[in-house]
């Protein structure tokens, strides 16, 4: 077993630093490998810490230092700028992993949520949709997109989305959330309002939003 695969193994055993010792062996051992730096780099910026998070980035980018086109270190790069709350940077970083042979729902539904994130949500939309045609099971992408879909008032696509990962997962506060507001915004139908935003605080007593819209539109009806 060589030390790249030992690091991984170590990452998944949660033995972190057994994994820093079996990075730095694999890059002491081929240094002008950009596997060795990449695995670290995804180590670091899984720690969440802005402190690994900078050495993260040095990572990623000696990795592309010794392999422009590493699609694999710039989609690490991109998932770092993200959690780093530098959408713009993340986003051109997804496209061009995108472009560059990256495949799956992930890329396209991470790109979605940078653009979204940047204000940008009729360019997020094509994005998000796609990652929804690539994983249509996938409920935290169905429940994303609805939420897009209806910030862009496109209300009964946004009805299908919601409903569907309501459905199936039928404990999730905020596919409930935000059916009980696009009841109340898109259809007027109060009741099926009230009963979503009551099973949402419910499930998670500490949905603050979802009280307070309940609370508005029961005393609307007063």
Excluded: C, W
Aim: hydrophobic residues 40%; negative net charge; without cysteine.
């Amino acid at each position: 077993m060589d030390h790249n695969t030992e690091g991984i193994q170590a990452i998944r055993n949660e033995d972190y630093e057994e994994a820093v010792k079996a990075f730095t062996e694999a890059i002491d051992a081929n240094p002008d490998d950009p596997i060795g730096y990449i695995n670290f780099g995804n180590l670091l910026a899984s720690i969440g810490r802005e402190e690994e998070a900078l050495k993260a980035e040095k990572f990623f980018q000696k990795a592309l230092a010794l392999d422009p086109g590493s699609m694999t270190a710039v989609y690490g790069l991109a998932g770092l700028y993200y959690n780093l709350d530098r959408y713009e940077e993340a986003a051109r970083l997804y496209e061009k992993a995108i472009r560059g042979g990256i495949e799956g729902a992930d890329a396209p539904y991470m790109l979605g949520k940078s653009l979204e994130r940047t204000g940008k949500l009729k360019l997020a939309l094509p994005y998000m949709q796609r990652a929804r045609e690539l994983s249509p099971d996938d409920l935290q992408i169905r429940l994303s997109y609805g939420i897009l879909l209806a910030s862009l008032e496109m209300f009964h696509q946004a009805m299908d989305e919601l409903t569907f990962v309501a459905e199936h997962d039928p404990d999730n506060a905020d596919a409930h959330y935000n059916l009980g507001v696009l009841y109340a915004v898109s259809t007027q139908q109060r009741g099926h309002a009230l009963s979503h935003l009551e099973k949402a605080f419910t499930i998670s007593p500490d949905h603050i939003q979802a009280r307070e819209v309940y609370n508005m539109i029961s005393q609307s009806e007063e």
